[in-house]
């Protein structure tokens, strides 16, 4: 049982190693500070603000969310036993932890088949593309982050349902996610970036 739980912590420290440019900016409770550290954070989210209407703070919100601004976040490994893997909780993988459906049907109709989810530009166009359509078929809107988290957590269908109402933790963590993006939107007036 040593042994693994050893294996599991060297696999983790090795691929920690090798993820060089996906690790998270420092201060990610500051949105000045993390698009002056990756400036081509806030190209690519202005882009997207630009083709779908997203705005700048409601993509960083979801994005600290999902992927605390990890390119090459995965979700965690399920054990059997507390130490047997068993693959992945999920495929979200990404910036915005798009599921492999979702992301194939978005390089399909909109992404081109060279998209890659831990490339900020097509990882923001993804959520643009996705969020927009919430606002198209469930009239969500645009700025409302924490609605638009809950429609991209649960799944367009999955929000028409109400299925969230059932999960007071993600109702918490919509809550935070609205609550982070009118900080971020807050911070990004005051120096100027919004």
Not at 32 to 39: L, Y
Not at 46 to 52: D, I, P
Not at 93 to 116: C, F, I, M, P, V
Not at 125 to 144: C, H, N, P, R, V
Request: hydrophobic share 35%.
């Amino acid at each position: 049982m040593r042994k693994a739980l050893q294996t599991v912590a060297l696999l983790v420290l090795v691929s920690a190693c090798g993820s060089g440019n996906h690790s998270a900016p420092r201060n990610l409770d500051n949105a000045c500070s993390i698009v002056s550290q990756h400036p081509s954070y806030l190209r690519a989210m202005k882009r997207t603000e630009r083709k779908w209407g997203i705005p700048v703070h409601v993509q960083m919100a979801t994005i600290y969310q999902e992927s605390k601004f990890i390119g090459n976040a995965r979700t965690p490994f399920r054990f059997v036993l507390g130490v047997i893997p068993m693959g992945r909780q999920s495929s979200a993988y990404g910036y915005a932890q798009a599921l492999d459906a979702t992301w194939d049907e978005y390089r399909k109709s909109e992404g081109g088949l060279g998209a890659r989810r831990d490339r900020i530009t097509d990882a923001t166009d993804f959520m643009g593309w996705y969020m927009a359509q919430s606002t198209e078929q469930l009239g969500i809107s645009k700025s409302d982050a924490r609605a638009q988290y809950l429609a991209y957590h649960e799944g367009r269908t999955g929000y028409k349902r109400g299925s969230y109402r059932a999960k007071s933790w993600l109702m918490r963590v919509a809550s935070e996610v609205g609550s982070r993006s009118v900080t971020y939107a807050s911070q990004l007036r005051a120096c100027g970036k919004a």
